[in-house]
């Protein structure tokens, strides 16, 4: 059952409240296997690999043919999605009607315009930049659908959806001085609460620029808790460095707190950038949403971050023990979330909803395959059940699916700037 706190809190003291409130649901949620749903077979799971590296290969013959006029690109464009839907189908096992969401105009639209606007903004960004940032459109694109928005690159999208990468990066960075960030930090903390700040770099031009292309949008007078909500996700951001602190010295309820506040105020952020405005449930679910995305991220990272120091709560755990209570506790903080979503309004939503809590127990099931090491050997075998490929599978498939992603968006904005009579490259 939701809980409920203050109405009408700051953002930052709801933030407060939010972080010990899903703080605590962790702690209660159960470490015992939950039910996933349905069991592959060994011959399943062979069947739908074929299907997936049958999309794969489509994709790379797509990527790789010479011609590029209009009615090859026409063509390429048909093939593209109806490949990607067969694949979703037969190699996912999703239904029609989340198939139907996925690839429905309006956001395969939003995709497409995101990464033609992205590379204009800054022909500079990198891949790896332009895929996080596109993730987030996504995000924002659904909750544009659950607040019965039109599915459209906002100008709010658009610089939000940008605008962390590039500070994340710039934050991440071992290269740049704990001096340097720490001035960074304060010009944009000053920056997000509507100062004139001079820029010092062009790399901070770009940051500062794309603030100004959501304060376009939202009259900062008529829309306080917009601004608000940016300047606790970038707070939460600053506590998050201490995660690479070696010297940080903390605790596990530490590095618990600062994961849900970033994730959480992440996502609520989204919100506030969708719609200007957010009832008292749905800041809450947004923020526990985002709390889960954040835990599942971190579960998919955890090799990355042992070899990097960065403190999750999974690396952390992971020095004195297997990750197998942790991982199904994640799945169970996650359905506790998930129960909350009904202020959105079921009758609208369910179809999107169960897209969404697919999508993650997938992404968590996946995770425990590409990092064996962390478990107990029962532990893989019987989650390896619930997973559509053999988890030796996706370790082989492990390191080509960033190119694959980014041939993916390489076509997408192709087939968007066919269609809106732009130029083709040669």
């Not at 009615?71 to 979703?88: I, P, Q």
């Not at 903080?333 to 999508?359: H, I, P, Q, W, Y």
Request: hydrophobic share 40%; with cysteine; aromatic share 10%.
């Amino acid at each position: 059952m939701c809980a409920a706190y203050e109405p009408g809190s700051p953002i930052h003291m709801l933030v407060e409240e939010l972080v010990q409130e899903f703080a605590g649901i962790w702690r209660t949620s159960g470490a015992h296997v939950p039910q996933l749903g349905a069991t592959y077979s060994a011959d399943g799971k062979l069947s739908r690999e074929a299907h997936l590296q049958q999309f794969l290969q489509t994709l790379e013959s797509l990527q790789q043919r010479n011609t590029r006029d209009r009615s090859d690109v026409a063509e390429a464009e048909a093939v593209f999605f109806s490949a990607l839907r067969k694949c979703l189908t037969s190699g996912l096992d999703f239904e029609d009607d989340h198939v139907d969401i996925i690839l429905s105009h309006d956001f395969t639209e939003a995709t497409q315009e995101f990464l033609t606007k992205a590379r204009r903004f800054d022909p500079a960004i990198g891949s790896d930049d332009i895929s996080q940032a596109c993730r987030n459109v996504w995000v924002m694109n659904v909750w544009q659908r659950m607040l019965d928005l039109p599915v459209e690159v906002t100008p709010a999208v658009f610089a939000y959806s940008l605008l962390y990468p590039y500070t994340d990066n710039y934050l991440d960075d071992p290269e740049i001085s704990a001096g340097t960030k720490t001035a960074f930090n304060a010009r944009l903390s000053q920056r997000l609460a509507g100062a004139p700040v001079g820029a010092v770099s062009s790399r901070e031009q770009i940051i500062f620029d794309l603030v100004g292309i959501i304060e376009a949008q939202y009259e900062r007078s008529r829309h306080r808790r917009v601004f608000d909500s940016l300047l606790a996700i970038h707070r939460a951001q600053q506590k998050s460095l201490r995660l690479l602190d070696p010297e940080a010295s903390l605790s596990e309820e530490d590095v618990l707190e600062i994961s849900l506040e970033k994730g959480g105020a992440s996502v609520l952020a989204d919100g506030y950038l969708v719609s200007g405005s957010l009832t008292e449930p749905q800041e809450r679910f947004l923020f526990g949403y985002g709390a889960y995305l954040q835990l599942a991220d971190d579960l998919q990272d955890v090799q990355t971050d042992c070899d990097s120091g960065l403190l999750t709560v999974f690396s952390q755990a992971s020095t004195h023990s297997q990750l197998d209570a942790l991982t199904n506790r994640t799945y169970h903080f996650g359905n506790t979330v998930m129960e909350c979503a009904d202020c959105f309004g079921a009758g609208r939503s369910s179809a999107l909803l169960n897209l969404m809590k697919r999508s993650v127990v997938m992404l968590l099931t996946g995770a425990v395959g590409l990092a064996e090491r962390f478990y107990s050997e029962s532990y893989v075998r019987e989650l390896e059940t619930y997973s559509p490929f053999r988890f030796s599978f996706l370790r082989k498939h492990r390191d080509n699916l960033p190119g694959y992603k980014m041939s993916a968006m390489k076509l997408l904005q192709e087939f968007e700037a066919s269609n809106a009579g732009s130029p083709l490259d040669p």
